[in-house]
């Protein structure tokens, strides 16, 4: 599907100017109609695109290759070698051999620092950008839908993309770590043991948890997508923060700053591990996600709102 046939779908369900003025709830209900047919359409172009399939195709191949990799590993009943903890969260790819369902979290885990985000990065770099690229933002703000539902919807469909990406690697996790390893009651980071279907409940807890860990990148994707007409150098740029956003939060001298950073409490979805579970971690990057979507989506619709279409 073009991008001009994409505007023009979008537009064809535009409420329509008459003689006469509708009466006001007619008037809500056409609107609410117009806004949920942009978010729809919003959703196939984003879900239709070669490029996001390709995505989804590399986030489903991290834990097949994590869980070949486990099973290798350990197929002379060998065990794989560390400690539960480590600087950089729990360690549950030690745990795979004995409950594929470790492979969900481990999964997670690996892909969040980089693909899960950059994954994110491109689709919502590309949100304006693409579009005035492509010559069809003009087209499309033809329609009464107004920017600012547009910028909504655009935001909106990054964000359900964030999810999908998110349940695209769990449930790609759960797929493998059922298929190549025993999978039964789950021993939980605090020693506990909890049954199956509790620890099923907690890893889909997680996935969601980590879809809102990327609300932030989304944000500042989107916010970046307004400021060029580049759909490429948008989604070139968002990538670019994220990578030096991320080293910022790996420098020991910079621990003062690190707090502040979206990426600083991403590891935190482990704590739903615990018995009883901890949420204080958890809630300050969620939090902190709110804040940078907060700031990132209103300096978005600052320049959105007031920035000269010409494409």
């Known amino acids: 599907m073009s991008r001009a046939e994409t505007a023009a779908d979008r537009t064809d369900g535009a409420p329509q100017r008459t003689g006469t003025a509708p009466g006001p709830a007619a008037a809500r209900a056409a609107r609410l109609r117009w806004t949920l047919g942009l978010f729809r359409s919003e959703l196939l172009l984003v879900f239709r695109r070669w490029r996001t399939l390709a995505l989804f195709g590399v986030l489903v191949g991290v834990p097949v290759l994590v869980g070949v990799a486990v099973r290798i590993e350990t197929r002379d009943g ?3 070698g560390g ?3 480590s600087d950089n969260g729990p360690a549950f790819i030690q745990q795979v051999s004995n409950n594929g369902l470790f492979l969900v979290f481990t999964a997670l885990a690996a892909t969040l620092p980089f693909f899960l985000p950059m994954a994110v990065g491109v689709v919502a770099g590309d949100a304006i950008a693409g579009e005035a690229s492509g010559g069809t933002l003009r087209y499309l703000l033809v329609a009464p839908a107004g920017r600012t539902r547009l910028l909504l919807a655009k935001y909106a469909s990054v964000l359900a993309f964030c999810l999908a990406a998110t349940l695209v690697v769990a ?15 789950v021993t939980t980071l605090s020693g506990t043991t909890i ?5 099923m409940l907690r890893a889909l807890l997680i996935a969601v948890l980590v879809a809102g860990s990327l609300v932030g990148v989304a944000a500042v994707g989107l916010f970046v997508s307004t400021l060029t007409d580049s759909g490429i150098g948008a989604m070139a740029a ?9 080293i910022v939060d790996s420098i020991p ?7 502040y950073l979206f990426p600083h409490y991403w ?4 704590d739903v591990l615990r018995d009883p579970v901890q949420w204080s971690a958890t809630g300050r990057n969620l939090g902190l996600q709110a804040l940078y979507a907060a700031v990132f989506g209103s300096a978005a619709w600052a320049r959105f709102t007031s920035r000269d279409i010409t494409a």
């Open 78 to 80: 060998g065990t794989l």
């Open 83 to 85: 400690g539960a903890h």
């Open 171 to 185: 449930g790609s996790g759960l797929v493998v770590g059922c298929v190549l390893f025993p999978v039964g009651d």
């Open 195 to 199: 049954p199956l279907s509790q620890g």
């Open 238 to 246: 968002t990538v670019g923060v994220l990578i030096t956003v991320q």
């Open 253 to 259: 001298q910079l621990h003062a700053v690190q707090p």
């Open 267 to 270: 590891l935190s979805f482990a």
